[in-house]
């Protein structure tokens, strides 16, 4: 499947998925010069209809892309386009087709079209919610106005 990401013509080649349908890592092959990237997405505050994804790196081929493997007796579920082939063995499920993901108002197999791209991902160890920001759940100012966990008092930025 092609898809434009900043303006660059790229074809999805590696879904993986976890929590039904929501992805967790895409990689793409970058149509101009070949190169393999790396996305990562979440489901921003734990809203599966909120995807939100952003680049982790880049490199390598199509040929060599890393089989996902699960663990603490979770399996996951991945799309791989024909033709290409894992390196090393996933003890995941294969899907014959990418999964329908749904989105505020539309649904789509191409996770780009249904996620937002960002800059960051933040996790909370308090609750395991990923999100854009830091979990205003657990976090407060102190009372010279810094931002401070609730579990730990850590200062967060």
Known sequence: MKTFINNKEHEVVYIDYQEGSVPHQVYTVKVENGCL?????FANNGDKTDIRFY???F????KKIQASNWIDEFIGQYWLVTG????GKSNGIKLEKPLRIKGYSSTSINPFKI???TCSREYCEECGCESTEFCYKHKYEDDEGNERWIHNDEYSG
């Open 84 to 87: 290409v082939k894992l390196n």
């Open 37 to 41: 990237y790396t996305w990562d997405f």
């Open 115 to 117: 996620g937002e791209e």
């Open 55 to 57: 680049n982790s790196g």
């Open 59 to 62: 490199g390598g081929s199509r």
